[in-house]
């Protein structure tokens, strides 16, 4: 699965293409196949920004190293590839201040750190959250001028980003027995208010519907028990939530005082909310037919249409029209409206004169940044210097942006390292070289700067698989490091 790491827009041939004339949904519009199916075999994460739907197209809820970004086009009726993340998954995204944050859900490279991406449309960067240990950003979103994610490694968290995501701030640990695994999976705004949906598969008591009160996470009043709160929505004056108890999905709403159960849907699994400006959109499905639902009130439910092959996994509203991603029978698919023949109605899209500046990482001293790359040396020669505590040591050179930095690391890769290991994913072995040869081209590749030795690229792969889908192999390692610093020579 690491052979994918850099996709060429060449894979846009598999979309249709041609001139696309936008009307507004009617009940008989029914959506149709918009893309040809992607090379992985789920679409979601969708969202839309600067005039174009954009998703992301993975293999979900077993390990994998791919997620790609793609946006369409609804004028051209064309679609593109974006980016890829080294990741199994995606978060869900968020537009905050006019930029689009993609978190990684699952990071196939990070040293214990939550991470995202942010774009202006054309434009890439890589974030970090510092602190606090993760393997995954569940969710970001935007509430009160701040942007928040929900990173967890075992334990949910909740951090704050007052600067577009340079610098973090952990606001929330949730109580978590040992051995046992809490998440908060969705995040929202409503009312100027930031809710949370948390994950919790143990026995526990109470609400798993989360609202901030400015201090803390406290259980939302009357809203029922169960394991887990996986989506919310906000609409027409009420927070709508999925509630999983007893291995049942119901659809649940708030007002920020009254709760209610929605009677008037099916009972169907849930597999994603959006809102429209005249009504709440659902898809469902556990099979191999997918449905979608409308409601002008969040009460009363029609089915607007099923899809025969498909289960979906996501849905998404932009300008009055709806899209569904999900899996087909051949791989990813993006369902949406027909494009027309006439109407034209363009669709403003972000240009490059008004794009808006992506955030910097935060600048670390000269001084300070010489202290640590002397510690990453002296941890790098040390036989018992290989476990937990060797990988923060590469966090502030990666983020400090320093061509010498860069250039440090790069010269770094050559050894030499003791004749020691550690213990890695599930009990697997790995030799420091290895290990130390793989950190340093993450922090090379997020400096920006350095040289990548091409010998390691045609490193040999010797590694037994493991269940995690997690390795540190020179080789793509180093390919994606290359792709990162736009390195090209002989």
């Known amino acids: 699965m690491y052979r994918r790491f850099i996709k060429t827009a060449a894979l846009a041939a598999v979309f249709l293409c041609m001139n696309s004339q936008i009307r507004d949904l009617r009940a008989d519009d029914k959506l149709v196949a918009l893309t040809g199916a ?3 075999p789920h679409v979601s994460s969708l969202i839309g920004y600067a005039g174009r739907l954009w998703f992301v197209n993975s293999r979900k809820y077993v390990n994998h190293n791919s997620a790609d970004v793609w946006s369409y086009d609804p004028v051209t009726a064309t679609a593109r590839y974006e980016r890829h993340l080294i990741s199994q998954d995606a978060g869900d995204p968020v537009v905050h201040d006019g930029l689009l944050y993609w978190p990684f859900e699952d990071s196939r490279f990070s040293p214990g750190r939550g991470e995202f991406m942010v774009t202006n449309g054309r434009d890439w960067k890589w974030g970090l959250l510092p602190e606090g240990r993760a393997f995954h950003v569940h969710a970001m979103t935007s509430s009160g001028g701040a942007l928040y994610a929900s990173p967890s490694a075992w334990i949910a968290r909740l951090q704050a980003s007052t600067d577009g995501g340079t610098n ?9 027995p040992a051995r046992r695994v809490s998440r908060i999976t969705a995040l929202a705004d409503f009312n100027g208010s930031l809710y ?21 996470f406290r259980q939302v009043a009357g809203w029922p028990e169960g394991s887990a709160v996986p989506r919310l929505q906000a609409f027409d004056g009420w927070l709508y939530g999925v509630n999983i108890a007893n ?20 009972g169907r699994a849930i597999r994603g909310m959006a809102a429209g400006k005249d009504a709440l959109w659902l898809v469902s499905g556990s099979g191999d037919t997918g449905e979608i639902w409308r409601s002008p009130d969040g009460v009363r439910w029609s089915l607007f249409q099923e899809i025969g092959g498909f289960k979906p996994h996501g849905i ?35 240009s ?3 794009m808006k500046r992506l955030p910097r ?8 940044l010489k202290t640590h790359l002397e510690n990453l040396k002296t941890a790098l020669a040390d036989p018992d210097g290989y476990g937990r505590g060797l990988r923060i040591r590469f966090t502030p050179l990666a983020l400090s942006d320093d061509p010498q930095i860069g250039a440090a690391l790069g010269e770094l890769l050559n050894g030499p390292f003791p004749d020691a290991g550690a213990t890695m994913f599930g009990g697997s072995r790995f030799p420091a070289a290895k290990m130390a040869r793989w950190y340093l081209l993450w922090a090379m590749a997020h400096n920006g700067h350095g040289r990548v030795p091409p010998q390691l690229i045609s490193a040999p792969w010797d590694a037994p698989s493991n269940r995690a889908e997690k390795y540190f192999e020179s080789a793509p390692a180093a390919a994606w ?3 990162e610093l736009g390195q090209k020579d002989d």
């Open 196 to 216: 949370g949906g948390l994950v919790a598969w143990y026995p526990s008591k109470g609400a798993k519907l989360l609202s901030w009160n400015g201090t803390t």
């Open 38 to 40: 992607l090379q992985w």
């Open 168 to 176: 973090w701030k952990i606001l929330y640990e949730h109580p978590t």
């Open 316 to 350: 998404q509203i932009m300008d009055g029209h709806v899209y569904v991603g999900g899996e087909g029978a051949n791989g990813g698919v993006l369902f949406g409206p027909a494009p027309e023949i006439t109407q034209r109605r363009p669709i403003a899209a972000a």
């Open 247 to 266: 291995d049942i999905s119901s659809l649940w709403r708030t007002d920020g005082q009254a709760v209610e159960p929605v009677k008037g849907f099916s």
């Open 481 to 483: 490091a290359v792709a």
């Open 352 to 354: 490059d004169r008004n």
């Open 361 to 368: 990482a935060r600048p670390l001293p000269a001084d300070d």
